[in-house]
């Protein structure tokens, strides 16, 4: 498996406001993916993160509203900018182990938008 | 469109039972089918999965069964116990350019197990 950190934890957060959320893995990964996840709800992907390229965004999710970088094979960020209540969710990213496309994930961020 | 559907939405078992949930899928693409659990406030994680060249595998009490020609597969937890309930969603996944594989999940199914 793949030992995966996100950071925040949780936030709260006003309208208007951007916040960036951190995903730290304990290995060097290729492949890393953000999902949001409304409670009681199944997985959205939002994009694909690969390291040296840009992201690849998922239809209804576009660059300007959640930016994404990958600046190395073991960190991510993903930034939800301008922030409204519709985007109070859990954001998980995950990882693809290059071995057997198993893909795990972190614990979550839970995002609340007043 | 669903492309991977999951049924039942919610499962109730007594301790000791077998629990099974299901799931079907349209595209003959897929290769890849794992199955995630999630408690409450974690992150999914990733439990048994099959590729379409065994029909079944099993680990522990996780069994996962695989028809290829009715394009189904489904989840058996034998022996359940409370600490199982939590949700589960079951995926299909397949590469959609170059190296790329992406997961399409089904809607999840909750499972509670009554001592």
């Known amino acids: 498996s793949a030992v995966i950190s996100q950071k925040p934890s949780r936030d709260i957060c006003q309208r208007g406001t951007s916040l960036t959320i951190q995903c730290q893995v304990d290995?060097?990964?290729?492949?890393m993916f953000w999902y949001r996840q409304q409670p009681g709800q199944s997985l959205t992907l939002i994009a694909t993160?690969?390291?040296?390229?840009?992201?690849?965004?998922e239809s209804g999710f576009v660059i300007d509203k959640f930016p994404i970088s990958r600046p190395n094979l073991t960190f991510s960020t993903l930034t939800v900018s301008n922030m409204s209540p519709e985007d109070s969710s859990i954001y998980l990213c995950s990882v693809e182990r290059d071995t057997n496309n198993e893909q795990f994930f972190g614990p979550g961020t839970r995002l609340t938008v007043l | 469109q669903q492309q991977v559907k999951q049924s039942p939405q919610s499962l109730i078992v007594q301790k000791g039972g077998i629990s099974i949930i299901n799931c079907a899928y349209e595209?003959?693409?897929?290769?890849?089918f794992p199955w995630y659990q999630q408690f409450p406030g974690k992150g999914p994680a990733l439990l048994i999965a099959?590729?379409?060249d065994v029909s079944e595998k099993k680990e522990g009490r996780f069994t996962i069964s695989f028809n290829k020609s009715a394009k189904q597969f489904s989840l058996h937890i034998m022996d359940s116990q409370p600490g199982d309930s939590a949700t589960y969603f079951c995926?299909?996944?397949?590469?959609?350019?170059?190296?790329?594989?992406?997961?399409?999940w089904g809607l999840g199914t909750s499972l509670a197990v009554n001592p």
């Open positions: 993160a690969n390291q040296g390229s840009e992201a690849t965004y």
């Open positions: 595209n003959t693409a897929f290769d890849y």
């Open positions: 995926a299909a996944g397949r590469f959609f350019s170059g190296n790329n594989r992406k997961l399409i």
């Open positions: 290995s060097q990964v290729t492949m």
């Open positions: 099959i590729r379409p």
